[in-house]
């Protein structure tokens, strides 16, 4: 019973659902840091009591919730576990440069990489051919910029373990195979030779392997999410 | 030394992005250099700080720049340990606070283009939502001031506080040009004192820019947007 109580006192919980990366980014990082954890299945059409009791403003996943305080939006959650579960490995590099440049490019990948490959799904013909080729200019300038502020490394691992900007990168472009059957084939390795090696290096790697939402069933759900749109 | 440790901030008198970091620089006592940018007309200089999205604010220090704006405020609060600690020690309180400057930066500020940028009946929905969101952020604020009294020192300034301040601290800016009441006191109480008492301090109320200064440069702005939307 006391063991039960002491666990609960420590219990992290991860509200998310099986195709979305974004949630994916929490469990990596808690799995990363050996942090034990239970994951909740949210049905986003029909949201639970639960989260939007924990995530009011938003209602959205990922929620962390740890001894019962909730925290939304993953990056705020990824910056969270490394303050607040020190141990190595380490997200984000100790330096405040170094730091400052992570979270640039973390940003970056959010509010323009990401909603980029939401437009190619939304879009078809004519519009989606300029919509992915806007977005592989995107990519070109996250390619120099990385190249440019971390030369010499691949800023996605930190020595064997992935790292914080590893982890943000990872969603939705690691998906790139179920993206490309459902007929959104928004990465050519043509236009993007250096972020094609980077997502196939992070689909490696053992955590996001393993993550990885189950091939078909995400190509369905693609399909019939676009097929909202035609 | 001197000159390696200098530190320039790029800015535009305007921008509530660039008004953070001059406030946050001002908390720590950080010795800058303030560079104005003309944003209509971008200097070389500033394209090739911030190349990828070509905006202020812009901080270089040690000859290395930093752009966005939070990103820039968490590289002060780590770099420089005298004055404030703009975040807590606590991570969850870490947490909480940078989950709500982006609320502000980001959705609050969203809110209030929007209503600027539309007329009529389309508005009257916008400025709904905009309540909304400030009713939830009002909501939020009760973990922060607890006993419901925000008093507030220049020595415990924290991220938040400068956020907010930066994006509202003109709010009768807005309600001049907008034609709505932006921090409502009966809608959002806890906002509306958190703002009086952040505006009641000398260093606040003289970094923001002056009023009638601000209320023409946004009416230039609402018109040649509505000019432009309906040509």
């Given at each position: 019973?006391?063991?039960?109580?002491?666990?609960?006192r420590?219990?992290?919980l991860?509200?998310?659902?099986?195709?979305?990366s974004?949630?994916?980014?929490?469990?990596?990082?808690l799995?990363?840091?050996?942090?034990?954890y239970?994951y909740?299945e949210e049905?986003?059409?029909?949201k639970?009591?639960?989260?939007?009791?924990y995530?009011?403003?938003?209602?959205?996943?990922?929620?962390?919730?740890?001894?019962?305080?909730p925290?939304?939006?993953?990056?705020?959650?990824?910056?969270?576990?490394?303050?607040?579960w020190?141990?190595?490995?380490?997200l984000?590099?100790?330096?405040?440069y170094?730091?400052?440049?992570v979270r640039?490019?973390?940003?970056?990948y959010?509010?323009?990489?990401?909603?980029g490959i939401?437009?190619?799904?939304?879009?078809q013909?004519?519009?989606?051919?300029?919509?992915?080729?806007?977005?592989?200019?995107?990519?070109?300038?996250?390619e120099?910029?990385i190249?440019?502020?971390?030369?010499?490394?691949l800023?996605?691992?930190?020595?064997?373990?992935i790292?914080?900007?590893?982890?943000?990168?990872?969603?939705?472009?690691?998906?790139?195979?179920?993206?490309?059957e459902?007929?959104s084939?928004?990465?050519?390795?043509?236009?993007?030779?250096?972020f094609?090696?980077?997502?196939?290096?992070?689909?490696?790697?053992?955590?996001?392997?393993e993550?990885?939402?189950?091939?078909?069933?995400?190509?369905?759900?693609?399909k019939?999410?676009?097929s909202?749109?035609? | 030394?001197a000159?390696e440790?200098?530190?320039?901030?790029?800015?535009y008198?305007?921008?509530?992005?660039?008004?953070?970091?001059?406030?946050?620089?001002?908390?720590?006592?950080?010795?800058?250099?303030y560079?104005?940018?003309?944003?209509?007309?971008?200097s070389?200089?500033?394209?090739?700080?911030?190349p990828?999205h070509?905006k202020?604010p812009?901080?270089v220090?040690?000859?290395?720049?930093?752009?966005?704006?939070?990103?820039?405020?968490?590289?002060?609060?780590e770099?420089?340990?005298n004055?404030?600690?703009?975040?807590?020690?606590?991570?969850?309180?870490?947490?909480?606070v940078?989950?709500?400057?982006?609320?502000?930066?980001q959705?609050?500020?969203?809110?209030?283009i929007k209503?600027?940028?539309?007329e009529?009946?389309a508005?009257?929905?916008?400025?709904?939502?905009?309540?909304?969101?400030m009713?939830?952020?009002?909501?939020g604020?009760?973990?922060?001031?607890?006993?419901?009294?925000?008093?507030i020192?220049?020595?415990?300034?924290?991220?938040?506080d400068?956020?907010?301040?930066?994006?509202?601290?003109?709010?009768?800016?807005?309600?001049?040009?907008?034609?709505?009441?932006?921090?409502?006191?009966e809608?959002?109480?806890?906002i509306?004192?958190?703002?009086?008492?952040?505006?009641?301090?000398?260093l606040?109320?003289?970094?923001?820019?002056?009023?009638?200064k601000?209320?023409?440069?946004?009416?230039?702005?609402?018109e040649?947007a509505?000019?432009?939307?309906t040509?």
């Amino acid at each position: 019973m006391e063991k039960k109580e002491e666990n609960q006192r420590e219990e992290v919980l991860v509200f998310g659902t099986w195709a979305n990366s974004i949630s994916g980014r929490v469990e990596i990082a808690l799995k990363l840091k050996g942090i034990p954890y239970e994951y909740v299945e949210e049905d986003l059409s029909n949201k639970s009591e639960l989260l939007l009791r924990y995530n009011p403003v938003h209602k959205k996943v990922p929620v962390l919730v740890h001894k019962g305080k909730p925290i939304a939006e993953s990056l705020v959650i990824l910056e969270y576990i490394d303050e607040n579960w020190p141990n190595s490995p380490k997200l984000l590099p100790q330096d405040p440069y170094q730091r400052a440049k992570v979270r640039f490019w973390a940003n970056y990948y959010d509010q323009k990489i990401i909603p980029g490959i939401y437009t190619i799904g939304q879009s078809q013909g004519k519009e989606r051919d300029e919509a992915i080729e806007e977005w592989s200019e995107l990519v070109r300038v996250l390619e120099e910029g990385i190249e440019k502020d971390f030369p010499g490394k691949l800023a996605l691992f930190e020595g064997d373990n992935i790292s914080f900007l590893g982890i943000v990168v990872s969603s939705y472009a690691c998906c790139y195979p179920a993206f490309h059957e459902a007929g959104s084939v928004f990465l050519s390795w043509e236009k993007n030779p250096l972020f094609w090696s980077w997502v196939n290096a992070l689909r490696d790697y053992p955590l996001i392997k393993e993550k990885l939402p189950p091939h078909h069933r995400l190509v369905e759900s693609l399909k019939a999410y676009q097929s909202r749109f035609s | 030394m001197a000159e390696e440790s200098k530190v320039t901030l790029y800015g535009y008198w305007p921008s509530p992005f660039a008004k953070m970091v001059e406030i946050a620089l001002k908390l720590k006592g950080v010795p800058y250099e303030y560079v104005e940018e003309d944003l209509t007309n971008k200097s070389q200089m500033l394209l090739s700080l911030n190349p990828v999205h070509k905006k202020v604010p812009v901080l270089v220090h040690n000859g290395k720049p930093i752009a966005e704006s939070l990103v820039i405020l968490e590289y002060i609060d780590e770099t420089w340990k005298n004055g404030p600690q703009l975040l807590p020690m606590d991570p969850y309180k870490r947490a909480q606070v940078r989950f709500w400057a982006s609320f502000v930066q980001q959705q609050l500020q969203d809110s209030m283009i929007k209503v600027a940028m539309t007329e009529g009946e389309a508005r009257e929905k916008l400025v709904e939502e905009a309540y909304e969101k400030m009713r939830l952020l009002d909501e939020g604020l009760k973990s922060f001031f607890p006993d419901g009294n925000p008093s507030i020192d220049t020595e415990h300034l924290g991220l938040l506080d400068v956020v907010f301040v930066s994006f509202f601290g003109n709010h009768k800016v807005h309600e001049e040009v907008l034609g709505f009441k932006v921090i409502d006191p009966e809608k959002t109480p806890l906002i509306h004192c958190w703002l009086k008492a952040l505006l009641d301090l000398p260093l606040l109320k003289e970094t923001l820019p002056p009023h009638d200064k601000m209320v023409a440069f946004i009416k230039f702005i609402n018109e040649s947007a509505l000019k432009s939307s309906t040509a």
